[in-house]
C-alpha cells in the first residue's frame, strides 16, 4: 500500500508570492490533516479535512488555506508569503471515522527568500 | 488550549542502554496519545499509541505508559540500538468523532553512541 505523498518536496519562493502544496493519503483514507514544522514552534497543527469539509482549524491567519476533493487528496495555499513561512509542511492522513492513527509523509520544504 | 511539555530535549546513552522520554498534557479530554519518530529529511513516523483506557502497550523494545490521574505518559525503548537515534515527538489528542488535530511536544534528540 502507498504512503502518504506530497508534491513537491522542496520549493523556493519569493515574500509576496503564493504557493499551493499537494498531498495524497494512503488509499481508503478520507482525513487529510496539515501540520507546520519549524525549529521555534515546532509542530504545529494547520487544519483538518474530511470527505472535503474542513472540520478543525488551528491559529494561523486567513493565509493559510486548504482543500480537499473527491478523491481525498487535498492542497494547501499560502498567499503573499512571508518569511517567517519558511518551514516544513507535513500532511497527515488517516481513516477519519472513529480510527486514530495518522499517517505523514515526507513533507514540502517552503523556504521563502 | 491543549499543551504537551515533553522532556528531556536531549539524551544521549550507549548503545544496550534504556531510554526514557516523558511527556505531560494539560487537557484531562485527551483520550489518545501518539509517538513519533523522526528521522532526518523525512516525515514523522507513527511508532506506538496509547488509548485513554488502556494504562500500557507495548511493542517489541518499545513500551508506552499511560497515568490519567497526573495526565502523564513516556515512551520507553530498551535494548538501544545506533538506528534508535533520531528525534522523537508524544502528541495528545481529544475528542472520539476521528477529529485529527494532534498536538505535539517539543521533540527529544535521542543519540544512541556505539
Known amino acids: 500500500k502507498a504512503g502518504v505523498t506530497q508534491t513537491p518536496r522542496y520549493l523556493i519562493k519569493t515574500r509576496g508570492q503564493q504557493v499551493t502544496l499537494s498531498c495524497s493519503p494512503i488509499?481508503?483514507?478520507?482525513?487529510v490533516s496539515w501540520y507546520q514544522q519549524t525549529p521555534g514552534q515546532g509542530l504545529q497543527f494547520l487544519f483538518e479535512?474530511?470527505?472535503?469539509?474542513?472540520?478543525n482549524k488551528g491559529n494561523f491567519p486567513g493565509r493559510f488555506s486548504g482543500r480537499q476533493f473527491s478523491n481525498s487528496r487535498s492542497e494547501m495555499n499560502v498567499s503573499t508569503l512571508e518569511l517567517g513561512d519558511s518551514a516544513l509542511y507535513l500532511c497527515a492522513s488517516s481513516q477519519g471515522q472513529g480510527h486514530t492513527e495518522a499517517f505523514f509523509g515526507q513533507g514540502t520544504r517552503l523556504t521563502v527568500v | 488550549g491543549e499543551n504537551v511539555e515533553q522532556h528531556p530535549s536531549t539524551l544521549s546513552v550507549q548503545e544496550g542502554d534504556s531510554a526514557v522520554i516523558k511527556c505531560t498534557y494539560s487537557d484531562s479530554a485527551s483520550n489518545y496519545f501518539p509517538w513519533y519518530k523522526q528521522e532526518l529529511g523525512k516525515g514523522p513516523q507513527l511508532i506506538i499509541d496509547?488509548?485513554?483506557?488502556?494504562g500500557e502497550k507495548k511493542d517489541q523494545r518499545i513500551a508506552v505508559t499511560l497515568n490519567k490521574t497526573a495526565k502523564h505518559f513516556s515512551l520507553h525503548i530498551t535494548e538501544t540500538q545506533p538506528e534508535d537515534s533520531a528525534v522523537y515527538f508524544c502528541?495528545?489528542?481529544?475528542?472520539?468523532?476521528?477529529?485529527?488535530?494532534?498536538?505535539f511536544g517539543t521533540g527529544t534528540r535521542l543519540l544512541v553512541s556505539p
Open positions: 479535512y474530511f470527505s472535503e469539509t474542513q472540520r
Open positions: 496509547i488509548r485513554s483506557n488502556v
Open positions: 502528541a495528545a489528542r481529544k475528542g472520539n468523532t476521528g477529529f485529527q488535530k494532534l498536538v
Open positions: 488509499s481508503g483514507h478520507r482525513s
